[in-house]
């Protein structure tokens, strides 16, 4: 669990795309997840990813059964490449608007043109889904984490995910901003006060994303349902801190 694999091409990284639970649908590859939740009424995607994986998304789009102009908007969890390179060519296909958080707002303009900024405690209502969003500053100054339910099989699950959990910015030398390390363990600390039924990874590696899905498509056994793993992973992150504040 929480450990990583290296692709020296972006291809090798495909990942059949699949339904995670009720509304949620996971749409990226292996260096870059990519979500939708199809609200009813359009969809909102998260996370476009790296441009050069670009087709490998919008080919998930269309196996899944909905198409590119079927998204309205496109959520940006943190202004890093590897997560919004894609989003100034996906808005153009699909006309959708852009969010993210107001503090990487400028930053994210050499990806894309943000149209909405994200503040802590808004929404984002489509459809018969309302996003809620937290802001959690530490790995970027403007990462935002979200939460919204969805139902399957008469029950309603909380799904969420912390929109930026990386450690390599907390390292000494490569911070995104000043106080960034004790703006991370407050974030976590914020985000411990959520209940998740469902931990989206904002990488494959956060949830084990690929294995799940692999388990889902064979047996029917939805791993993804664990009340648990959103503290288990939050305890991760944050031992994963108090590391880099030893290292330095
Ligand atoms: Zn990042």
């Known amino acids: 669990m929480f450990e990583r694999k290296q692709f020296e091409n972006i291809w090798e990284g495909r990942i ?75 808005t153009d296909l699909s006309g959708a608007k852009t969010l993210i958080g107001e503090y990487d707002a400028q ?38 984490s979200f939460f919204f339910d969805t139902e399957e099989g008469g029950k309603v699950y909380r799904v969420g995910m912390f929109g930026g959990a990386g450690a390599n910015t907390l390292t000494k030398g490569c911070f995104d901003y000043d106080n960034c390390r004790e703006d991370y363990r407050k974030s976590i600390e914020r985000l411990r006060g959520e209940r998740v039924d469902v931990f989206i990874g904002n990488h494959v590696w956060n949830n084990d994303t690929e294995k799940k899905g692999k388990v889902l498509r064979e047996t029917g056994e939805n791993l993804f349902i664990d009340s648990a793993l959103w503290g288990r992973f939050l305890d991760f992150c944050e031992k994963r801190l108090d590391e880099k504040i030893k290292e330095s």
């Open 107 to 144: 930053r994210a303009e050499r990806y894309f043109k943000p149209d909405i900024l994200i503040h802590d405690g808004d929404t984002l209502t489509l459809g018969n889904i309302t996003v809620t969003f937290m802001h959690t500053p530490g790995h970027t100054k403007g990462t935002v």
């Open 16 to 90: 059949e795309p699949f339904k995670i639970i009720g509304k949620v649908y996971f749409a990226g590859i292996f260096q870059a997840s990519t979500h939708l939740i199809d609200t009813g009424d359009g969809l909102i995607l998260i996370d476009p990813g790296y441009r050069d994986g670009l087709y490998l998304v919008i080919d998930s789009i269309y196996k899944l059964g909905f198409k590119p102009e079927d998204i309205k908007y496109v959520i940006n969890t943190h202004w890093h490449g590897d997560h919004t390179e894609a989003t100034r060519a996906l």
